[in-house]
């Protein structure tokens, strides 16, 4: 349900099940959260590639899996504490980046996940889709922050409530993703951007994205005071005393994410 793969440092993580537009179901979670676990603990990790196979990003939840037909009412807040909520902060509190390649349409829980890696591209026939509004639920994975804090709640509502497919060149302007690619180029350029991170200052890289999360809950002097510690901390580590050498030596430094 997902494949996994690790080259140049990065561990591409392909959503798989084409047949469903690569719908979550309980497998790919387990699956899909084993890659992020490794991507955790691996130190030959040093980014993450997230994209689905074949026509489509994700369709969000498999909701064949969650049929309220099938009997009794599904407890869905069960469903979000065992997989999606776990998964989500998985990907943020990873200090590794997780570059996000968008291929196709990417619906509910899809386009959250999307939305909450760290720099998303997508191919510019992929669309976004807030889909839980058609079938009477909220979105998740952390949508209603995702969406409130990039575009501001007037974009936000009327996504959330419209359900209204948004492409990818008008997300890429309204920064909600980082950037639309023509599609045939999209697995190419982000595979280039994740072995560029990857071969990078990752501990550095790590410790930028813990600050820049942290500012949304920060006041002005208590993210100047983490600014100081994390830099602390940066100015300790080995790639910081490369870099420092390399640009001095004129020559190319050589990373290594400690
Ligand atoms: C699907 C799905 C799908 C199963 C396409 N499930 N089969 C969290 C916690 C617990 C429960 C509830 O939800 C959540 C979070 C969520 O993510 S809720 C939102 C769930 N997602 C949706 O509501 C999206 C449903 N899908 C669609 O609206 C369309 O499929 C989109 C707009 C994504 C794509 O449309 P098309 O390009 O026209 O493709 P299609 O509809 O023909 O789909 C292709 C196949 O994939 C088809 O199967 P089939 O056997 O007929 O070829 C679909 O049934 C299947 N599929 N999404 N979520």
Redesign the pocket.
């Known amino acids: 349900t997902v494949l996994s793969a690790l080259e140049d440092g990065v561990l591409r993580l392909t959503l798989n099940r084409p ?3 690569n ?2 179901n309980e497998a790919m979670h387990v699956a899909l959260r084993a890659g992020f676990e490794r991507a955790h603990s691996d130190d030959h990790v040093r980014a993450v590639l997230l994209t689905g196979a074949g026509r ?1 990003f994700s ?6 899996d ?1 049929d309220p037909r099938k009997g009794g009412t ?1 407890d ?1 807040g069960q ?2 504490e065992t997989f ?1 909520n776990p998964l989500l902060r998985l990907i943020r509190n990873l200090e590794k980046p997780v570059v996000c390649a968008v291929n196709g ?1 990417a ?4 386009a959250n996940i999307a939305f909450a890696c760290d720099i998303t591209l997508a191919a510019r026939s992929a669309r976004f ?1 807030q ?2 509004a ?2 009477g ?1 909220v979105p ?2 952390g949508g209603t922050w995702s969406l409130s804090r990039l575009i501001g709640e007037a974009r936000a509502k009327a996504l959330a409530l419209t359900a209204e497919p948004l492409d990818a060149e008008t997300a890429a302007s309204w920064g909600l993703i980082w950037r639309a690619i023509d599609d045939a180029a999209l697995l190419d350029e982000a595979t280039a951007l994740a072995a560029r991170l990857a071969a990078g200052p990752t501990k550095g890289i790590g410790l930028t994205k813990r600050a820049i999360q942290a500012a949304a809950n920060n006041a002005f002097d208590e993210q100047l005071d983490l600014e100081r510690d994390l830099q602390r901390e940066a100015g300790r580590s080995a790639d910081y005393a490369e870099g420092v050498a390399a640009f001095l030596e004129k020559r190319k430094p050589e990373f290594k994410g400690r």
Request: glycine share 16%; aromatic share 10%; charged share 20%.
């Open positions: 047949d469903k537009l719908a979550f489509g369709a969000g939840q498999d909701l064949g969650r599904p869905l469903t979000i999606y349409v619906a509910g829980a899809g889709i889909a839980f058609k079938i639920l998740d994975s």
